[in-house]
């Protein structure tokens, strides 16, 4: 046991060094590297599970059918209790939960997420994990988050000395990014799996004044979106680096230093929390938001407008995309779906209503505080609460941080 | 869409046929009939995982392994936190987590677990799986729970019929267990995996005088067990009735009708809630608690004992088996480790530490109360914090329920 740990402790030494002195800097960090752990230089993280790359949640559609026959029996008491938040209490895309307490007009937040590896590098899979569980949150406008659950599974095909390497990166992201939210782990369950899975489970105790109902949007307020798209497209052409027959079909339209560097922008903007973004969410008086995840930009637009009190309707006019993607995406044929609205992101950004005069407002602090950018992607208009792509979107191209 | 949501209905309506009137009667209750669901006579909830009638957890040493590396540099912050709580922050055996909250003396309890279908009746494996999460609230002597959330994972080899049967009923055994324990199932997430996976996370705010914190034996103590061990050998034994080279090797201990029996009583067991057993942890004064699942009794017995503030030890004199599974064990030689303390349970009883002259009153209060027996199987006695079993433990046969 002792040389096992003593080979955990090893290769948090070289995620250290990946690190490269500065934790928050992923421009600095470099590429994972297996052999630095002690692993065959084949080893790939995301072999070990057959949906990488692709959502791993069940069709919005399916879902809803499973669900639909819970909801119809909820009795009037349950509704009761929810009557002030018009959120499913099945996580159908707004996945917060919001409970009233027996103590002192308080109000439990809570969420859950997990999904499948979907990028290499264990330690930066750890923390996207955590900053995706932690968004829903934040689509809240909840800042402050009182505790989180790790869960995790460990793939059955995964040999001992990679579990024993693996894992603890994995935990040790995690944690590092419940840490930078101002939280910390305090449980979880860990199981074995045929796929390796690794998600959790956020809870705040908190205020009413402290969440931001997502119902308010308002005729004349404008859509703001706070990451780009195409983490998706960027994972796979940077997995298809090493497929010939698949890289062949993008290589006219990219090249392989654009994969790379699509590919850091994607895991920096994915392992980063909307936490600011949702801080501002306040101060600019937003009037409801989601993040933006595994149904893509549309559909989780589509379900935020159908929750709308207002008769409205989005329509998004611009697409902020990771540099390159679009094109990749285009030369893919339908596959993903990117300019249609549908391909999934993890951790993406929050897609916000704003008042038209606050907006600019919201994204120039964003990118003060932080060094990002934000856009206004749409507009808010009468409707019926649906959302929608305009036929010739713009294509907005981001560059990779420097 | 219509058509696919009126067989779920059909099936939902099947499933009350079984249950015969009375929800809460498992002895009613008609074994689970696929083909009167629309389904093929061999359809079995248990052949969506392999580890079905085992373990899913990760080997405790295993997971002790995984978790050192980053329980050593949880800052000192972290441990004040925590300092009035000797809890695990990563679920090892007792875990429920404990948080200080921001507001007025409050604190968060929580606990997550899933696992595999171990029982081919889906609207009970709901139950049972609910009853699982609930009961590390109830080892903590917590007895109201604000929330849960459901944690779906839809087999990748379920026909689209089968998982529109399936996942309703099981969504629906969870959520009666949920209501029946006097909470709602407020969120979740439901993903595509390749084995089947059901679980959930329970969430309780509450003053700090509502839990129990498990770490108070003294000797002279006594240990009480609320539910009888043997479910995983009843559920497997069950299985091999249809597996004539299996059932050779255990006909000669036991008839046909006597693993029906016990695993209509494991099935009764494990979908029971330990609430009413956590109530009276308060009224008899425990000093400390646990739930037995995976691990095992001798498991959880050594870590509740490795917790404690005393120098005591944990001597574990009796074991309650459902009827004939010992005889079942015994006859499979060393493969459960029934006798060893070492077979799992699934949403087991609770092994509770209670002052010698209270224990005869909490077993005669539970049983007026429920119907069901609670047992006195051991003592607490000087010694440094581990615990055993006797040589040649005196097994209590429990009949199935009538």
Redesign the interface.
Known sequence: ?SY??SV??DS?AAAQLEMAGNPNSIALRRPFDPVAHDLEASFRLTRFA??KGRS???PQ???G??????QQDYSQA?QD??MHVAIP???IGL?????P????G?C?V??????YPLVDDPYMMGKIACANVLSDLYAMGVT?C??M???LG?S?KMTEKE??VV??LI??GF?DSALEAGT????????????C?I?G?A?T?CQPNEYIVPDNAVMGDVLVLTKPLGTQVAVNAHQWLDQPERWNRIKLVVSEEDVRKAYHRAMDSMSRLNRIAARLMHKYNAHGSTDVTGFGLLGHAQNLASHQKNEVSFVIHNLPVIAKMAAVAKACGNMFQLLQGHAPETSGGLLICLPREQAAAYCKDIEKQEGYQAWIIGIVEKGNRTARIIDKPRVIEVPAKD
């Open positions: 046991m096992q740990t955990a402790q948090l057959d949906l791993c949640k069940v559609d399916v879902l059918k499973l669900v639909e026959s819970l349950d209790q929810f209490r099945i996580g996945d917060c939960s919001v409970t307490l027996r103590h002192g308080l439990l809570q969420t859950t997420d997990f999904f402050e009182d505790n659950l790790m869960l460990v059955t579990r024993d894992i603890p935990m040790r944690k910390s782990v305090t449980g979880g369950q860990t199981v074995i799996n045929p796929w899975t998600g489970v809870t105790i």
